[in-house]
């Protein structure tokens, strides 16, 4: 069975290489997304798509055929090593100009 993530893939390889997209198409993938949009943005949504699509029929237009693959790449990342820090939590409150039980109190940002 195809989840919808699946039909998603595949409406967007039917964009990429059988047609020009439209606002029905738009209407289509929005309902796909669970999105809801004006008019005006169903507009602008079909103007972006279509430029990207554009693009994307340019990569598929690269002549990839005579590059080699290197299949001799390794693993360059290091590994996750843990630091040992010495600190205590009472020295960290000592730093900050306000706490409360234990917590350090900050400035509310929202």
């Known amino acids: 069975m195809w989840g919808t993530q699946d039909y998603s893939v595949l409406f967007f390889y039917l964009f990429c290489y059988t047609k020009e997209v439209n606002i029905k198409d738009v209407e289509n993938l929005a309902e796909l997304a669970k999105l809801e ?4 943005e169903k507009k602008e949504l ?4 279509e430029g990207i699509l554009d ?4 990569i ?3 002549k990839v055929e005579d ?3 290197d ?12 630091e040992q820090r010495e600190f205590s939590t009472e020295r960290i409150r000592e730093q900050f100009p306000d706490s409360q039980d234990g917590f ?4 509310k940002i929202l």
């Open 71 to 82: 299949y001799t790449l390794h693993n360059v990342w290091r590994e996750d090593v843990l």
């Open 46 to 49: 079909l103007s972006d798509l």
């Open 104 to 107: 350090v109190k900050v400035k």
């Open 55 to 58: 693009y994307v029929k340019q």
């Open 37 to 40: 949009l004006s008019a005006e």
């Open 67 to 69: 590059i080699k693959l």
């Open 60 to 62: 598929g237009e690269v």
